[in-house]
Nanobody, 115 residues
Framework: VQLQASGGGVVEAGGSLRLSCAAS?????????MGWHREAPGKQRELVAV???????NYADSVKGRFAISKDNNKNTVYLHMSGLKPEDTAVYYC?????????WGQGTQVTVSS
């Protein structure tokens, strides 16, 4: 399974970005969960948002009301819509996918929010 993430960049505080992560390879409709984590300098990687195969979502408290996770089953792609961005959202964002209960990480995409 390969994951290709994109959509990071530099944005001013209050701005918006959309991250995408496309899964390919040996999937065959067996994606259990898709999500996004982030790792800021000097901090541990943390969960940002997840969406299950059934469409249930869960968010870190720090992003509730600002970020929205969605997916396109036909494209095996997960999205993270980020709005109201804050400087503390600056991090490398990684997508993670569970396929047949095995976890896979994407390569990471940098999001930088300037104040």
């Amino acid at each position: 399974v390969q994951l290709q993430a994109s959509g990071g960049g530099v944005v001013e505080a209050g701005g918006s970005l959309r991250l995408s992560c496309a899964a390919s390879g040996d999937i065959h409709g067996s994606i259990n969960l898709m999500g996004w984590h982030r790792e800021a300098p000097g901090k541990q990687r943390e969960l940002v948002a997840v969406i299950t195969n059934g469409g249930s979502t869960n968010y870190a408290d720090s992003v509730k009301g600002r970020f929205a996770i969605s997916k396109d089953n036909n494209k095996n792609t997960v999205y993270l819509h980020m709005s109201g961005l804050k400087p503390e959202d600056t991090a490398v964002y990684y997508c993670r996918v569970l396929v047949n209960l095995a976890g896979y990480w994407g390569q990471g995409t940098q999001v930088t929010v300037s104040s």
